[in-house]
């Protein structure tokens, strides 16, 4: 069973930038991806960002579609969620997961796909 543990949340001005990271231990990392998803109060958790093993190839949410990269370093167990150019309606928890099997295009973005949900990291735009 993979455990993940997010980090590098925190306040930030429209317009900067944050690094999160989510750390894998107990299993390796899943052996087809990790996905990133947020909440926003009050809104459902919406998919981020996804990267697949393999090839290395990655999605995107259209809102955060050239702003947001997303990368592993496999020495680390860690994948990262790099955010740039951040806007207020970034704000929200943020949370990492497992693929549970090889998905394609929009199918990386349905969560009944993930596993290992980790507790989150919150991130806070401000205006």
């Known amino acids: 069973q993979v455990q993940l543990l997010e980090s590098g949340g925190g306040l930030v001005q429209t317009g900067g930038s944050l690094r999160l990271s989510c750390a894998a231990s107990?299993?390796?990392?899943?052996?087809?991806?990790m996905g990133w998803f947020r909440q926003a109060p009050g809104k459902e958790r919406e998919f981020v960002a996804a990267?697949?093993?393999?090839?290395?190839?990655?999605n995107f949410a259209d809102s955060v579609k050239g702003r947001f990269t997303i990368f592993r370093d496999d020495t680390k167990s860690t994948v990262y969620l790099q955010m740039n150019s951040l806007k207020p309606e970034d704000t929200a928890v943020y949370y990492c997961?497992?693929?549970?099997?090889?998905?394609?295009?929009?199918?990386?973005?349905?969560?009944?796909?993930?596993?290992?949900w980790g507790q989150g990291t919150q991130v806070t735009v401000s205006s």
């Open positions: 997961a497992a693929m549970k099997d090889y998905c394609s295009g929009s199918g990386c973005a349905d969560q009944q796909r993930y596993y290992g």
């Open positions: 107990g299993r390796a990392f899943s052996l087809y991806g």
């Open positions: 990267v697949r093993w393999g090839l290395g190839t990655t």
